[in-house]
């Protein structure tokens, strides 16, 4: 698949941006947050090779990627679960297992909570959840001023192999992050790192993510630092019957520093 067989169709009053390919039991890919962060940049290299196997849906959530921001509208994880309820409506599409990359796993963990009947299985791969205090890289984020500099710099924060970070990426990246509306729409997801001491983040609560119903396997980077390996083991201790699997010399990229691992994974969990 190509970056440019990108669709669009409408949900929650917003005009979403997504990509769909494969056939068989639905599997939605959501990426997580960061400047210039899409469908495409997390999942792009992936999609190919689950349509295999999958019905492989991936989305822009609202305010990210192509999906529209709009001013004046209440960004939350509310209405970010309820615009992808929607968008699983407009295409058809009633119940998913759910792939969701660190703000995708909170989406998915919204999902699991508020409307739980439309989920089979769930995944989250470098999750934030609880209360940790902010890494570099999610002020980092913050902070962010579109260029190919900062692009460049914020994402070496990102994986634990630097050599991952190419010229063609570090381009693609920025140019999403100067469209309009792109930096107003991320830094209503994150706090504002305070100019003094420690800022927290705060996610899911464990008292939330307690009654998560459905089979889910947690996936967390050991040398994970924007969203602390902490969380995944927050994860795995408060949901019921949740697995861990911790991938080794590997940061935030799960799916891409450790490829092959992942998809491993994915497909055993998924499948059986």
Not at 26 to 44: C, K, Y
Not at 92 to 108: E, P, Q, W, Y
Not at 153 to 175: A, C, G
Not at 218 to 245: K, S, W
């Amino acid at each position: 698949m190509k970056e440019s067989e990108r669709k669009f169709i409408q949900a929650a009053d917003h005009k979403t941006g997504y990509y769909r390919a494969g056939s068989g039991n639905p599997l939605v890919l959501l990426h997580g947050s960061g400047p210039g962060v899409s469908g495409w940049t997390n999942w792009g290299g992936l999609i190919d090779e689950l349509s295999v196997d999958y019905d492989v849906i991936v989305p822009d959530i609202a305010g990210f990627g192509f999906t529209e921001f709009k001013e004046g509208t209440q960004y939350d994880i509310k209405f970010w679960t309820n615009h992808l309820v929607k968008f699983l409506d407009a295409i058809g599409v009633d119940k998913i297992s759910l792939v969701g990359n660190s703000f995708g796993g909170a989406v998915g963990i919204g999902l699991a909570l508020f409307n739980p009947e439309r989920l089979d299985k769930l995944v989250l791969l470098g999750t934030p959840a609880g209360t940790f205090e902010q890494t570099k890289g999610l002020a980092g984020a913050w902070l962010y001023e579109p260029s190919i500099e900062n692009m460049r710099s914020l994402m070496e924060l990102f994986p634990y192999n630097k050599s991952l970070i190419t010229d063609e990426l570090v381009q693609s990246r920025y140019e999403a992050s100067a469209r309009p509306g792109a930096q107003g729409a991320l830094r209503k997801l994150l706090p504002k790192p305070a100019e003094e001491g420690v800022t927290m983040v705060k996610a899911f609560p464990v008292k939330a993510i307690q009654h998560i119903t459905a089979p889910t396997l947690v996936l967390h980077g050991r040398e994970d630092h924007v969203v602390p390996l902490q969380c995944g083991y927050t994860l795995v201790e408060n949901i019921p019957g949740a697995d861990l699997f911790v991938f080794g010399q590997c940061g935030h990229w799960v799916q891409t520093e450790q490829r092959e691992k992942f998809l491993a994974c994915i497909r055993n969990f998924v499948s059986k």
